[in-house]
């Protein structure tokens, strides 16, 4: 099934900026859905952005305010995601996804139920 590793984490101050970094290894991820999550203390895990590695095409939540950039370099079977202008609210535990498109275009969003593979996640703290 294969396994994914984020890394990346860290503490920034508000308004800073962090590029976390998820690779996968044993696993087939030239036409699937990559995806970033997060989780903050006593809330649910959410989606924050995704792409289809078959086009590129990505989903992004609509919190990000075009903050985030998910991209991915498939010969380094690595996706990343660039967080930007970082805000108290973004502190959390950021997980990597992976699992199968919903259409053969892709469709990639952020639902988690639509991921089989995850990531052991990251802490991102952000500090006012």
């Known amino acids: 099934q294969g396994q994914l590793a984020e890394s990346g984490g860290g503490s920034v101050h508000t308004g800073g900026s962090l590029t976390l970094s998820c690779v996968a290894s044993?696993?087939?991820?030239?036409?699937?859905?990559m995806g970033w999550f997060r989780q903050g203390p006593g809330k649910e895990r959410e989606g924050v952005a995704a792409?289809?590695?078959?086009?590129?095409?990505?989903w992004y939540a609509d919190f990000g305010d075009g903050r985030f950039t998910i991209s991915t370099d498939n010969g380094k079977a690595t996706v990343y995601l660039q967080m930007n202008s970082l805000k108290p609210d973004d502190a959390a535990i950021y997980y990597c996804?992976?699992?199968?498109?919903?259409?053969?275009?892709?469709?990639?969003?952020?639902?988690?139920?639509?991921?089989?593979?995850w990531g052991q996640g990251t802490q991102v703290t952000v500090t006012s």
């Open positions: 044993g696993y087939d991820g030239s036409r699937s859905c």
């Open positions: 792409i289809f590695t078959g086009n590129t095409a990505t």
């Open positions: 996804a992976a699992g199968p498109p919903r259409f053969y275009w892709g469709g990639c969003r952020g639902d988690p139920s639509d991921y089989n593979v």
